[in-house]
Antibody
Framework: QVQLVESGGGMVKPGGSLRLSCAAS????????MSWIRQAPGKGLEWLSY????????YYADSVKGRFTISRDNAKNSLYLQMNSLRAEDTAVYYC???????????WGQGTLVTVSS | QLVLTQSPSASASLGASVKLTCTLS???????IAWHQQQPEKGPRYLMK???????IKGDGIPDRFSGSSSGAERYLTISSLQSEDEADYYC?????????FGGGTKLTVL
C-alpha cells in the first residue's frame, strides 16, 4: 500500500537549518508530483512547496520562498525539504503529500514535528 | 485571489447527517476542490475530489456515508449516519496554476 514516511524533524534554534526527508513506497514515485504542507500547533494546513515528476518545475508559497528548497531523488524514492533561516513561526508538523493531477493531495504522510526555539 | 472559506465549527448528533460548506472566492466558481479529514492527532486523509457540477470521486476506502455536492461557488461535504469517529477537522483544498490553497477547516463535533 502507499506509504509516505517523513523524517528529519526536531528542535532547532532561530536562524538554523534542517533537512526533512520523505520516503515513498507502494507506488511509482517518479510518476507523481509531490508537495510539502505544514500545520502550526492548533492551526490549519498551509501548502509550502510543489515539485514536478522530474524536478524541473518547482513552486513555493511566499512564506518560505528564498528560505526553503524542495528536491527529489527518484532513484531513492525520496522527497526532501531543505529549510534555512528558520524562524519561530516555522514551528509546525510538516507533511509530504502525493499530488494526483487536478485531484488534490491524494496521499499524506504522518508528519514530522519541527520546533524552532531558542 | 484564490481563497476558500469554511465555518470554524459544526455539530450534529450521532446517527444524524451534517453538511459542511466550503466557499470559493469570487471568480472561481468553476474550480474543483478536494475534501480532507483530519482526526485528532493524525495526519490528513483524502476524502474526495468534488467538481463544480457536483460530480465527485472518492478516495480509496471512503465509506458511502460521505458524499459531495456543489452549487455555484459553494462546495459541500455531507456525512450521513454520523459515527463517533467522524469527529474530526475537515479541510477543503483547491489548486491554481502555481498555487495550492486550503480552507481554514471546520471542526466537526459529534454529539
Amino acid at each position: 500500500q502507499v506509504q509516505l514516511v517523513e523524517s528529519g524533524g526536531g528542535m532547532v534554534k532561530p536562524g538554523g537549518s534542517l533537512r526533512l526527508s520523505c520516503a515513498a513506497s507502494g507506488f511509482t514515485f517518479s510518476d507523481y508530483y509531490m508537495s510539502w504542507i505544514r500545520q502550526a500547533p492548533g492551526k490549519g494546513l498551509e501548502w509550502l512547496s510543489y515539485i514536478s515528476t522530474s524536478g524541473s518545475t518547482i513552486y513555493y508559497a511566499d512564506s518560505v520562498k528564498g528560505r526553503f528548497t524542495i528536491s527529489r531523488d527518484n532513484a531513492k524514492n525520496s522527497l526532501y525539504l531543505q529549510m534555512n533561516s528558520l524562524r519561530a513561526e516555522d514551528t509546525a508538523v510538516y507533511y509530504c503529500a502525493r499530488d494526483l493531477i487536478s485531484s488534490g493531495f491524494y496521499s499524506w504522510g504522518q508528519g514530522t514535528l519541527v520546533t524552532v526555539s531558542s | 485571489q484564490l481563497v476558500l472559506t469554511q465555518s470554524p465549527s459544526a455539530s450534529a448528533s450521532l446517527g444524524a447527517s451534517v453538511k459542511l460548506t466550503c466557499t470559493l472566492s469570487s471568480g472561481h466558481n468553476n474550480y474543483a476542490i478536494a475534501w480532507h479529514q483530519q482526526q485528532p492527532e493524525k495526519g490528513p486523509r483524502y476524502l474526495m475530489k468534488l467538481n463544480s457540477d457536483g460530480s465527485h470521486i472518492k478516495g480509496d476506502g471512503i465509506p458511502d456515508r460521505f458524499s459531495g455536492s456543489s452549487s455555484g461557488a459553494e462546495r459541500y461535504l455531507t456525512i450521513s449516519s454520523l459515527q463517533s469517529e467522524d469527529e474530526a477537522d475537515y479541510y477543503c483544498q483547491t489548486w491554481g496554476t502555481d498555487i495550492w490553497v486550503f480552507g481554514g477547516g471546520t471542526k466537526l463535533t459529534v454529539l
